[in-house]
């Protein structure tokens, strides 16, 4: 069973939708732990809530970033944990992390990656005016939001919408497709070369964008 550890700065829906998605059957992992960088981020409460270890690794207490990544390697590798997955983890992760991990670090972000990256997504999309925007798993390389894409899906946005509004459209979808993200990963169906991601059969779901909008 595949061992994942989540890390997690604040609300943890996301991690939510995993633990879920483990819990009815859809998804063959264990969540070993979760790390977090705030003491009172609520994806705590969820963990407590289902049994899952948590460790509170405060930045503040290391003098470089790369130190406190190399805490939070090491706190995942005594655990076994395989794959690492960030669920609203809001730092730039460093290099000592990502050479461990190489290709095993998945992020989510709220926007259809090229296209705004970094905070506030979603704030972006409605700024711009763009008529469509989405949600990328991506996994995690030394750039903003730049790692190779696992997965998207899209959603319309409309004239009306607010960065909070849409901000609830995109997220339905990163619930649906973060679980699945991983469960492509838990079957061995992912195989990165370069830039890309390439989803092995038995279905070429991952060949286009899973898209809402077209059922
Ligand atoms: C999500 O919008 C995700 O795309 C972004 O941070 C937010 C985290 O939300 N990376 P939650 O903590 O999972 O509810």
Redesign the pocket.
């Known amino acids: 069973m595949l061992r994942l550890g989540v890390l ?1 700065s ?6 939510q939708a995993i633990i879920d998605a483990i819990g009815s059957g859809r998804l063959n992992a264990k969540i070993e732990l979760l790390i977090v960088d705030k003491a009172n981020a609520y994806a705590v409460q969820r963990a407590n809530k289902h049994s899952i270890d948590h460790v509170f690794i405060n930045p503040k207490d290391f003098s470089s970033k790369d130190d406190f990544f190399i805490a939070i390697r090491d706190e995942l590798q005594k655990r076994g944990v395989e794959l690492v997955i960030l ?2 983890f809001m730092r730039v992760v460093q290099k000592p992390f990502i050479d461990a991990y190489a290709n095993r670090i998945m992020n ?3 926007a259809l990656l090229p296209s705004f990256p970094g905070l506030h997504g979603q704030r972006q999309a409605v700024e711009h005016g763009v008529k469509i925007s989405g ?1 990328t798993v991506h996994f995690v390389d030394e750039g903003m939001d730049t790692g190779p894409i696992i997965i998207q899906a899209a959603v319309p946005v409309c004239s009306e919408d607010t960065e909070e509004s849409l901000a609830a459209r995109i ?1 339905l979808q ?1 619930h649906r497709i973060y679980p699945e993200a991983i469960r492509l990963y838990s079957e061995g169906r992912l195989k990165v070369e370069g830039r890309k991601v390439i989803i092995s059969s038995p279905t070429d779901e991952g060949c286009c964008i899973i898209n809402p909008l077209l059922g």
Not at 10 to 15: A, E, T
Request: with cysteine; proline share 7%; hydrophobic share 35%.
């Open positions: 997690a604040g609300r943890g829906s996301n991690f669920a609203g989510i972000h709220p949600c997220l990163e």
